[in-house]
């Protein structure tokens, strides 16, 4: 579903990740504007000659989501040396989805950048919620997959991606397929990847696995969209549990890192929670936000460095701008057409101070750029003033939430 809306000298695009009937709750935390920009500003200039971020169909989607999220108009993502956008690479590779998580997240990338005619979703949504035994990737009891259920079956990603996807594209949902969710809940609240869904209809109990705060959040993403509220209390005290004393999150109880408080961050919004409030801030006063934060390239280049690895990259950064804007991967979004995001702020050179001025330098801020080529004229992001620095040599990266995710 899109909406349309007119302001002076442009058409803005209510598009996007439309929640259901739960609606999209107000929090109290401020968006993280300058840092989001400083991150779309890094992926803007990781645009492959072919099109891609970091040459995969998961990444390039994030990059247009996040653009999305923030009000840029992602077809600004452009290679500066070919010229090859965003949209010609998701739009060339879509016959190689074989999913319903791959289905799901391009259908919400199409979603989110205004359903635009170069990546045209609408096959795929057909597809997403067709039967199985007629080439589909929905199962009949309401659980998504695909095809040949050898290859994937159901599992909090694909299953949820598919929740957020249809109620995105204003489908409507099969029968369980947010049961499907509920049902994974384990004993101690939280959510683990793999789901059972070998019975006709969903039990009482469908989780397999143990849970973990990637899971975690983007079934509560889900449901939240779906207007699913009673997992939540109990969810929560999961999260609470894992949290880690510099109010951070990893993928359970080990050292946090920036994808698993992205998630975190997204899923709090989602039902209706600030994840800078005094429920989520730890005694030192520190929260996911802050600890998300602490993983920003120290360099200055906008890029957020996973744990372990020397420096940043396209696919850690590439979700990162959606959780700074607070928005849950199923948010409402209004992009303008034709943005992208400004040029980082920099200090105009001091004039030599004479006996009768004294005059000083002032800061100049560039104003938005409009229909530049993402990644072309404005070039690489200059050095930006870091919040939070935190100790990057933490222990090994855990896989985040993207990583369990679709390609």
């Not at 200039?45 to 992602?74: F, K």
């Not at 007629?134 to 929740?163: C, D, I, K, R």
């Not at 101690?188 to 696995?209: E, K, L, N, R, W």
């Not at 939240?224 to 359970?252: K, R, W």
């Amino acid at each position: 579903m899109r909406r349309q809306m007119t302001a002076v000298g442009a058409t803005l695009t209510a598009c996007g990740l439309i929640l259901g009937a739960g609606g999209l709750v107000a929090s109290a935390a401020t968006p993280q504007t300058s840092q989001a920009d400083a991150a779309l500003r890094y992926l803007s200039t990781q645009v492959g000659t072919d099109g891609s971020v970091a040459g995969a169909m998961g990444a390039t989607e994030d990059t247009i989501i996040s653009d999305a999220d923030n009000g840029y108009d992602p077809a600004t993502l452009k290679s500066s040396s070919s010229g090859t956008s965003a949209y010609d690479y998701l739009s060339s590779h879509a016959s190689t989805i074989t999913t319903a998580g791959g289905a799901a997240k391009y259908i919400l990338a199409w979603v989110a950048a205004g359903k635009p005619a170069a990546i045209d979703a609408t096959a795929l949504l057909s597809k997403l919620n067709t039967l199985t035994s007629a080439g589909g990737y929905l199962a009949a009891n309401g659980a998504f997959h695909n095809a040949s259920a050898t290859v994937e079956t159901a599992n909090a990603f694909s299953q949820s991606l598919a929740v957020l996807a249809d109620v995105a594209a204003g489908h409507a949902l099969p029968a369980n397929a947010t049961a499907w969710l509920s049902c994974a809940q384990r004993t101690d609240g939280g959510f683990g990847y793999a789901i059972d869904d070998s019975t006709v209809t969903p039990p009482t109990s469908c989780g397999d696995t143990s849970s973990d705060s990637n899971d975690t959040a983007i079934i509560l993403e889900a449901l939240g969209a779906a207007g699913v509220s009673a997992p939540d209390s109990a969810a929560e005290t999961y999260l609470h549990s894992i949290q880690q004393t510099n109010g951070g999150f990893g993928f359970t109880a080990g050292p946090s890192d920036p994808d698993s408080d992205a998630g975190v961050i997204q899923a709090l919004i989602a039902i209706g929670q600030d994840p800078t409030g005094v429920a989520w801030t730890t005694a030192g006063g520190g929260n996911a936000i802050k600890d998300m934060e602490s993983f920003a390239d120290p360099q200055g280049s906008g890029g957020y460095v996973f744990p372990g690895n020397s420096g940043p990259d396209a696919f850690t950064t590439s979700a990162i701008p959606q959780a700074l804007a607070l928005k849950p991967y199923g948010a409402a979004t209004t992009v303008a057409a034709g943005t992208s995001p400004p040029p980082a702020v920099t200090a105009t050179p001091s004039p030599s101070p004479t006996a009768t001025t004294g005059a000083q330098g002032s800061a100049a801020v560039a104003v938005p750029s409009t229909g530049a080529s993402a990644g072309g004229a404005q070039g690489p992001a200059l050095a930006l003033v870091l919040i939070g620095l935190g100790s990057l040599a933490l222990a090994a990266a855990r896989l985040g939430r993207r990583a369990s995710s679709v390609p």
